[in-house]
């Protein structure tokens, strides 16, 4: 898609927000030619990081076929889980990480059920979107909370993205590019199993909608841990493990056990650029290794993987997000 010579953006006022990130911020929600993409079915008055949230989370379980179940905390993943039993699904994804969940938006892409619903009993949410709820499953939603917003969703258009930088605006395409395991390269150890390749598949999913420097484990389709914002992949890395082995770091011990990690996958979102990290996984028990590739180091990288007997993917597709 090329970016044309010259933008024109006519945009009409939808409604006003209470406030915008913070209570001294105004913030509206404005309209181009298009439609909203949502309708709000229950709850209280959408705010902006509600929306802005709900937005993230909604594309996150778009890149999924299987049935999935997200719950998004500041636009990151705490947990996500593919499972055909949405129950179990919603489970999987709370353990992840069930103090970062309190107060998250929990996001499907299919309906949730009503056992799904009755898993979520105690547990406070501020928002739930999928892309449709039935009369009994709404209902149920109703007298569950008379403040959780329940929001509809529509698959998004691919629509140019725009941040505001200096006096002017950054406008991009939006990351999507077709992607498949057959274009991958294993540059060392053994070509992965079905498993394995499920798994990295879907870290590789989950990785593109963590902010950078981005780390995932993952086994068996569900996010044991993610490391996100970090000035240095290396730490990173360490937050996704530690998360992963609920364990917190004491002063500067960031010491890594194979507890509840060994036979499970790492995603990054960009190269690594050291071996430091691949020391780590190993540490872990990592068993396989995604990434895009494209480091000046990189022979030192697929070395350290050698050397541990983890296998290596590099995809040639790198997803920052800022």
């Known amino acids: ?57 909604w594309k996150l379980v778009l890149e999924f076929t299987r049935p999935t179940v997200a719950i998004i905390k500041h636009a990151n993943p705490s947990g996500i889980t593919s499972d055909e039993d949405l129950t179990r699904a919603f489970n999987t994804a709370f353990a992840a ?6 107060g998250g938006i929990v996001a499907l892409n299919c309906e949730p059920t009503l056992d799904m619903i ?31 917003r329940v929001v509809k969703a529509d698959k998004p258009a691919k629509l140019l993205e725009f941040t505001r930088a200096f006096g002017g605006y950054l406008v991009q395409t939006a990351d999507e590019i077709d992607e498949s395991p057959k274009t991958w390269k294993v540059v060392c150890g053994k070509s992965p199993d079905k498993k394995t390749e499920a798994d990295l598949e879907f870290a590789w999913k989950v990785v593109k909608h963590v902010k950078s420097n981005a780390i995932v484990l993952a086994r068996g389709e569900n996010m044991l841990g993610m490391g996100t914002g970090q000035p240095n992949r290396v730490n990173s890395t360490m937050l996704a493990l530690h998360q992963a082995q609920g364990r917190k770091p004491e002063g500067r011990n960031w010491s890594v056990t194979k507890d509840k990690t060994a036979g499970a996958v790492m995603a990054s979102d960009a190269f690594f650029p050291f071996p430091d990290n691949v020391e780590l996984a190993a540490k872990a028990g990592i068993s396989a290794i995604i990434q ?31």
Do not use: C
């Open 118 to 148: 009755e898993a979520m009993k105690g547990k406070f949410f501020e928002l739930m979107v999928a892309p449709k709820f039935s009369e009994p499953i709404l209902e149920r939603l109703k007298k569950r909370s008379a403040k959780m």
């Open 292 to 322: 895009p590739g494209g480091s000046i180091n990189d022979e030192a990288v697929i070395a350290a993987s050698k050397k541990h007997g983890i296998t290596m993917v590099f995809t040639g597709v790198r997803h920052f997000k800022h």
């Open 1 to 57: 898609m090329q970016l044309s010579k010259d933008l024109k953006i006519n945009l009409k006022k939808l409604k006003d927000l209470r406030y915008g990130e913070n209570p001294h911020q105004r913030s509206a929600f404005y309209l181009g030619d298009g439609k909203p993409g949502f309708e709000q079915l229950w709850g209280i008055e959408l705010s902006h990081n509600n929306i802005g949230d709900a937005n993230q989370a």
């Open 97 to 102: 990480d069930p103090v970062s969940a309190f």
